[in-house]
């Protein structure tokens, strides 16, 4: 073998190397990243914890009405969601 298909070979093996490690590294993020969102509480049964936490003083009425404000517009989204399925 030449030097030069020599050097062509470990190229061709290296990259063979980094697409292996690259398509590991996409299969590892998927499943963590489908993992993470199937764990996750509804909007609804989050909403009812943090009411749950307000009315115990846990957080102030600031901190409830900002959080509110964000799953309201969640809880909509999967409420349309629900809708159209059915």
Known sequence: MTDVQEKLFQA???LA???VITAIGIAVVRRYRD???DDRLPSSEMM???RELHSEGGLSDEEFRTIKTKLAS???AEL???C???
Request: proline content about 0%; overall charge positive; hydrophobic content about 45%.
């Open 35 to 37: 993992r993470s969102v």
């Open 74 to 76: 969640e809880l909509k």
């Open 80 to 82: 349309n969601d629900n």
């Open 48 to 50: 009812s914890k943090f």
């Open 12 to 14: 061709a093996v290296l």
């Open 17 to 19: 190397m980094i697409l």
């Open 84 to 86: 159209s399925t059915s």
